[in-house]
Every structure is written in C-alpha cells, then in structure tokens.
C-alpha cells in the first residue's frame, strides 16, 4: 500500500508543478501583451504572480530550512 501512497503523492506533486508554471506563464503573457497592445500595465495580474512566486519560494526556502535542522 506504501508504494501506490508514494506514487499518487509524486503524480499529485508533477500535477501541481505543471499547474503552477501554466498559471504563472499564462499571468505573465497576459500583462505582457496588454501591455503591447494597450499600452496599459495590469497591475493585479502582475501582483497576483509575484505574490504567488513569493510564496512559492518563501514555503520552498522555509521547508529546506527546517529539513536540515
């Protein structure tokens, strides 16, 4: 039972990764090019992929942490 745990936890963790990066260059392409075209900056989709980034990194760096004390 313990390998079908560890492989749906591997299948969920790619899962996340995968929405995560496509969420992320969706953000990004959209503030870019409305702001080509419109010659607009969004701001809130800009925020919300910098905040999401931020955590991301910040929860990345804290699990490293406490995995080596």
Avoid: C
Wanted: glycine share 2%.
């Amino acid at each position: 039972m313990k390998k079908a745990d560890e492989m749906e936890m591997t299948i969920n963790f790619k899962a996340t990764r995968f929405s995560w990066i496509a969420v992320n260059i969706f953000l990004i392409l959209w503030v870019m090019l409305h702001k080509i075209l419109s010659g607009e900056l969004l701001v809130i989709p800009l925020i919300l992929s910098f905040v999401q980034n931020m955590l991301f990194f910040g929860y990345k760096i804290y699990l490293s942490k406490k995995m080596v004390n």
